[in-house]
């Protein structure tokens, strides 16, 4: 079965840091964008950061200056480095290789993806 598989996700008291991991399974993401979505409670699923194959990273207003996205193609991985994390980040994230490809370049705009995975809860709660 071919799927991204996300891990990393806790409680992290406010200003605190987490590393959310996407590892893929059954294919390589070499030629995939992939970007990181959440979704909070009552609210809509959201593109929150994407890597380009080629290593460009882009990322929502909210989180610009605190998340960092990254990979590493021989280990199958794109990473999610969170710090200063704040209760609105709060959510259930996932990670999906964006059903646009040229989305990536803006994924605040990113509505689908493929390859989606259970997803990882994060809690930012004091």
């Known amino acids: 079965q071919l799927q991204l598989v996300e891990s990393g996700g806790g409680l992290v008291q406010p200003g605190g840091s987490l590393r959310l991991s996407c590892a893929a399974s059954?294919?390589?993401?070499?030629?995939?964008?992939i970007g990181w979505f959440r979704q909070a409670p009552g609210k809509e699923r959201e593109g929150v950061s994407c890597i380009t194959s080629g290593g460009r990273t882009n990322y929502i207003d909210s989180v610009k200056g605190r998340f960092t996205i990254s990979r590493d193609n021989a280990k199958n991985t794109v990473y999610l480095q969170m710090n200063s994390l704040k209760p609105d980040d709060t959510a259930l994230y996932y990670c999906a290789a964006p059903g646009i490809q040229a989305m990536c370049a803006h994924p605040g705009e990113m509505r689908t993806g493929n390859y989606w995975g259970q997803g990882t809860q994060v809690t930012v709660s004091s």
């Open positions: 059954g294919f390589t993401l070499d030629h995939f964008a």
